[in-house]
Antibody, heavy 116, light 110 residues
Framework: EEQLVDSGGDLVQPGGSLRLSCAAS????????MTWVRQAPGRGLEWVAN????????YYVDSVKGRFTISRDNAKNSLYLQLNSLRVEDTAVYYC?????????WGQGTRVTVSS | QSVLTQPASVSGSPGQSITISCTGT?????????VSWYQQHPGKAPKLMIY???NRPSGVSNRFSGSKSGNTASLAISGLQAEDEADYYC??????????FGGGSKVTVL
């Protein structure tokens, strides 16, 4: 079964940092673009970032450029999102998703709360 | 990076058909046939219902269908059932190599 398991979400103060992880199984992880999508409480879905299969290309939504970094370890079938300089408006459930054009497999989500 | 435009809510009675629209621009919906639709129940992760405008993943009911004309895509649900009550989101790949989502439509089964 193709599966993504998100982890790493927590309560953090404004200006703080966090690292999200996503463990993939059941498919050839190293062949796929991977994406992070977030959903603020009561709001819609927002694309955050994606990364090429070999990690050589990365794209970010303007609001997180310079603060978030997407990365991957194909040997460990894992995707990561480093969140720095966190703001209250970054509060959301973060989903790890397979593919960049048609997100077909979604993780269960991990909750990030930024609050003092 | 704006969102695609969807109606906030759509409703229908059991057995009826409804349509949800998703309007973008020539840089996203109009640029490629890469429009997808997702169903999300409260507290759950989104589920892919339609991809590449009008294709259904294995296991998705044929009551769900998609179409596109110009910069507007649509999701149709026929034979509305209580279990269809959920939030629905469209997405489109863009010419900037990013993904953009719609604001979401809440479907209510009356």
């Amino acid at each position: 079964e193709e599966q993504l398991v998100d982890s790493g979400g927590d309560l953090v103060q404004p200006g703080g940092s966090l690292r999200l992880s996503c463990a993939a199984s059941g498919f050839n992880f190293s062949s796929y673009w991977m994406t992070w999508v977030r959903q603020a409480p009561g709001r819609g879905l927002e694309w955050v970032a994606n990364i090429k299969p070999d990690g050589s290309d990365r794209y970010y939504v303007d609001s997180v450029k310079g603060r978030f970094t997407i990365s991957r370890d194909n040997a460990k079938n894992s995707l990561y999102l480093q969140l720095n300089s966190l703001r209250v408006e970054d509060t959301a459930v973060y989903y790890c998703v397979r593919d960049r054009i048609t997100p077909s497999v979604w993780g269960q989500g991990t909750r990030v709360t930024v609050s003092s | 990076q704006s969102v695609l435009t969807q109606p906030a809510s759509v409703s229908g009675s059991p057995g009826q058909s409804i349509t949800i629209s998703c309007t973008g621009t020539s840089s996203d919906v109009g640029a490629y046939n890469y429009v997808s639709w997702y169903q999300q129940h409260p507290g759950k992760a989104p589920k892919l219902m339609i991809y590449n405008v009008n294709n259904r993943p294995s296991g998705v009911s044929n009551r769900f269908s998609g179409s596109k004309s110009g910069n507007t895509a649509s999701l149709a649900i026929s034979g509305l059932q209580a279990e269809d009550e959920a939030d629905y989101y469209c997405s489109s790949y863009t010419t900037s190599r990013t993904l953009i989502f719609g604001g979401g439509s809440k479907v209510t089964v009356l």
